[in-house]
């Protein structure tokens, strides 16, 4: 096989083009070119062109290397640029869905798909379930609980056994110190009617 060097394209085209016979008919129909190259002949002049999603590399003319479409602009992509080997694709974040086009992003209504046991708020990306003025969600169990039954009741039980126990205590110490008091003052009496002089056996 003989190639015509004079009808090299300019790099910028990722083409190379020979002269001679149908080359793309040879082993693997691709003639000449190379990984990531696909072969053409039209009136006997075939030509090696670039695959969709590679491009020429500078540094080596027989070598074709990917294009990231990422790279640029997000690749189009609204939220999540994917790239690939030859191509690419657009994917969401958690609470969205790829539309038609491959490119843009709506919101899940996610209350089409949960269920609350009360009402259900849609927001972006997300959900969330309400319950009553006094009940709180539990999202393990998905219900709502009514909170006086727990938290609040066993606070008050608490609160009265400790109110109690205080005054038990106080009333204690009141009796202790009544009759400390009155020890005292008894043991102060003795001794004073002690030290008085017996008056019973007087002068005769």
Same mark, same amino acid.
């Given at each position: ?23 793309? $008919?040879?082993?693997?129909?691709? @003639? ?18 670039? $695959? ?22 997000? @690749? ?48 972006? @990306? ?23 039954? @727990? ?54």
């Amino acid at each position: 096989m003989t190639t015509d060097a004079n009808n090299l394209f300019p790099e910028e085209l990722c083409t190379v083009i020979f002269n001679g016979t149908d080359e793309c $008919l040879s082993a693997n129909n691709s @003639g000449s070119c190379t990984d990531n190259q696909q072969c053409s002949n039209i009136n006997r002049v075939f030509e090696c062109t670039c $695959l969709d999603g590679y491009t020429y590399d500078s540094s080596d003319p027989d070598t074709r290397i990917d294009i990231d479409e990422c790279a640029t602009d997000n @690749g189009g992509c609204q939220q999540t640029c994917n790239n690939t080997n030859g191509s690419f694709f657009c994917s969401c974040l958690t609470g969205y869905m790829l539309n038609s086009d491959q490119f843009t992003c709506n919101d899940i209504d996610e209350c089409d798909v949960n269920s609350c046991p009360r009402e259900c708020v849609n927001t972006i @990306g997300s959900f969330r379930c309400i319950c009553g003025s006094d009940e709180s969600y539990d999202h393990n169990t998905n219900r709502c609980t009514e909170e006086s039954e @727990g938290v609040s009741g066993g606070v008050i039980a608490v609160i009265v056994i400790v109110s109690v126990l205080v005054v038990v205590i106080i009333v204690l110490l009141v009796v202790a110190v009544l009759v400390y008091v009155k020890y005292h003052k008894d043991k102060g009496k003795v001794k004073a009617e002690a030290s008085l002089p017996d008056e019973s056996g007087g002068d005769k």
